[in-house]
């Protein structure tokens, strides 16, 4: 399965490759930062991967502070925050890292960083609210929207039908790996009123495009471009592909995420129900 990446660790990326890290001059936390990072990765490539091999390198992240002390800008916060992101993505001490993030948000309190943070988290707790929901015998929230195509596309268009809602993307192993089995359950059992509604997370809509053609998938598909900002995807909390869920003829949540001859078995009783 293709997780999205952490919110924590795409903001560091991005945090470490912004302008300011070419910033000229001493004394710059970024600067330093930079450096510290540099030597971390450095390090875990060597194989320290544990926070005992890297126990300096994580003392340097609380002399940065200590340096920087009294300073409220972003720069320095985002010393703190890529200090809370190793625990989390590199040692999986989970506890760690929201002890050091908890400190972020009270110290650095005001910061853009921190306002897009708490931003982030509460985009998480509303996807993971929906996830919640999404459960079998519940009715799958539907949308109104145009297909690749400029066609109508909704569940209500559906009704009467059984509808797999397929979130994926052609660069997602995993999904392609499953395509064979997916295009093997329609060509046998569209006929029989068995459709597939795709929401695309590419980013590139040529590249959609000609593999769609190339694999032979005829069923409509969602594309906005925006990736794993897909409008679908955020509206349906969807943070890893491929994500799917089987709809009875009233929309209603049969099953999710089947895989392999789960999915045609499922799909062949629900037509003879539906």
Known sequence: ?????????????????????????????????????????????AGKATESALADDLGQFDALLAEHKGEKTDAVAEILFVKATIYAEVFQDTAKADE???QLKTEFQGTPLVAALVQQEAAAAAAKKMQASLVAGTKFPDFNKKDVGGKPLSIANYKGKVVLIDFWATWCGPCVAELPNVLKTYTKHHGEGFEIIGVSLDDNRQKLES???????????????????????????????????????????????????????TVVRALVKK
């Open 1 to 45: 399965m293709k997780n999205k990446f952490s919110a924590a660790l795409v903001a560091a990326a991005v945090l470490l490759i912004s302008p300011r890290l070419f910033a000229a001059g001493t004394n710059d936390p970024t600067v330093e930062l930079k450096a510290l990072v540099a030597k971390i990765r450095t390090d875990i490539q």
């Open 100 to 102: 050091l993030t908890k």
């Open 211 to 265: 593999f769609l053609k190339d694999k032979g998938i005829s069923w409509p598909q969602f594309f906005d471009g925006q990736g794993w900002s897909n409008e679908l995807a955020v509206k349906y909390g969807i943070q890893a592909i491929p994500a799917t869920y089987l709809l009875d003829g009233n929309g209603v949540i049969i099953a999710a995420d089947l895989r392999g001859d789960a999915l045609e078995q």
